[in-house]
C-alpha cells in the first residue's frame, strides 16, 4: 500500500513557474515507478510525465522541454518542476504510483493517487 500527498499548487502569472512535490509512505517507494497526470475541467485526465525507479523519464510532448520530473528516493518524494508555465497547463495535478517495471501513459495502470493540487496559470 501506498499512499501519496502533493503540494506546491497555486495561481501563477503565464511563464512563471512552480515545483510540484509529491511525498509517498511506504518502504518500497524506490521500486515504484511514478506519474504526474492532470485533469482540466471537462476534460479527461491526461499523462504528464513519468519516473522509473531507475530514473528514466519520459514526458507528454505538450509540456516536454518546460517540465522536469525527478525523484529523491531517501525522501520518499517525486517532484514535477514546471517552467515557462501557460493558461493551457491549468489544471488539477495528480501523482501517481506504478509498481510495474515499464512505464505507462494510461491512468488506468497506476493503482496508487494522491488528492491532487490545484494548479492555475492566469493570462
Known amino acids: 500500500q501506498v499512499q501519496l500527498v502533493e503540494s506546491g499548487g497555486g495561481l501563477v502569472q503565464a511563464g512563471g513557474s512552480l515545483r510540484l512535490s509529491c511525498a509517498a509512505s511506504?518502504?518500497?517507494?524506490?521500486?515504484?515507478?511514478m506519474g504526474w497526470f492532470r485533469q482540466a475541467p471537462g476534460k479527461e485526465r491526461e499523462f504528464v510525465a513519468h519516473i522509473g525507479w531507475k530514473y528514466s523519464t519520459y514526458y507528454a510532448d505538450s509540456v516536454k522541454g518546460r517540465f522536469t520530473i525527478s525523484r529523491d528516493n531517501a525522501k520518499n518524494t517525486v517532484y514535477l518542476q514546471m517552467n515557462s508555465l501557460k493558461p493551457e497547463d491549468t489544471a488539477v495535478y495528480y501523482c501517481?504510483?506504478?509498481?510495474?517495471?515499464?512505464?505507462?501513459?494510461?491512468?488506468?495502470?497506476?493503482?496508487?493517487w494522491g488528492q491532487g493540487t490545484q494548479v492555475t496559470v492566469s493570462s
Open positions: 511506504g518502504r518500497t517507494f524506490s521500486s515504484y515507478g
Open positions: 501517481a504510483a506504478r509498481s510495474a517495471v515499464l512505464a505507462s501513459y494510461r491512468a488506468r495502470d497506476y493503482a496508487y
